[in-house]
Nanobody, 118 residues
Framework: QVQLVESGGGLVQPGGSLRLSCAASGFTFHYYVMKWYRQAPGKEREFVAG????????KYAESVKGRFTISRDNRRRTVALQMNSLKVEDTAEYYC???????????WGQGTQVTVSS
């Protein structure tokens, strides 16, 4: 059974930090590119960050560059998103996604809520 389980969301003040984690099971983790997306109320889901299978290449949305860091641990089958200098506009449901290279195989987690508010 494929599972992606996010954790680490919560309420934080502007300027604060949170670390999201996504634990994977039921598929060959190191075959998959891992990404984080987010969706704010009334908006479309958008790409936040991605990391290649070996962790060597990372990409970020312009809106989070310099503030967020994605990382993965293939031994532990986890991907993390360290979020610093959080802004009110970072408030959203954050989703973990696994994408297999060269195929249409992909999996989504159930999401974790991040709320940035004073």
């Amino acid at each position: 059974q494929v599972q992606l389980v996010e954790s680490g969301g919560g309420l934080v003040q502007p300027g604060g930090s949170l670390r999201l984690s996504c634990a994977a099971s039921g598929f060959t983790f190191h075959y998959y590119v891992m990404k984080w997306y987010r969706q704010a109320p009334g908006k479309e889901r958008e790409f936040v960050a991605g990391v290649t299978r070996d962790g060597g290449v990372k990409k970020y949305a312009e809106s989070v560059k310099g503030r967020f860091t994605i990382s993965r641990d293939n031994r532990r089958r986890t991907v993390a998103l360290q979020m610093n200098s959080l802004k009110v506009e970072d408030t959203a449901e954050y989703y973990c996604k696994a994408e297999a290279v060269g195929t249409t195989s992909e999996y989504w987690g159930q999401g974790t809520q991040v709320t940035v508010s004073s």
